[in-house]
Nanobody
């Protein structure tokens, strides 16, 4: 069992940056693949980025590639999402997710644990 708590969301102007954090409970954090997803009202939750247990093999949605960076610190049980060059279309609730696996899935149904989400709003 793992519990996830996101933080770092807020309001930022277009072109700005934010760094989201996701703190995980439990002693086996390093065994989990971690992902970030986002959701806007009336739309399905979508994949943003994911990273393997070792910190290698990051995957990104095409819409954020080159602007967002996912990373993790297993000593701190935390995964990060650095978001640069933000656009109004990045506005969403961002969710952290975890899966006890060595593979790095990009679909919602493949993740077992979810945080409550943090709001990111990008103004134009």
């Amino acid at each position: 069992q793992v519990q996830l708590v996101e933080s770092g969301g807020g309001l930022v102007q277009a072109g700005g940056s934010l760094r989201l954090s996701c703190a995980a409970s439990g002693r086996t954090f390093s065994a989990y693949t971690m992902g970030w997803f986002r959701q806007t009202p009336g739309k399905e939750r979508e994949f943003v980025a994911a990273i393997s247990w070792s910190g290698g093999r990051p995957y990104y949605a095409d819409s954020v590639k080159g602007r967002f960076t996912i990373s993790r610190d297993n000593a701190k049980n935390t995964v990060y999402l650095q978001m640069n060059s933000l656009k109004p279309e990045d506005t969403a609730v961002y969710y952290c997710a975890a899966r006890p696996s060595i593979i790095v899935p990009t679909t919602i149904s493949d993740y077992d644990y979810w945080g409550q989400g943090t709001q990111v709003t990008v103004s134009s």
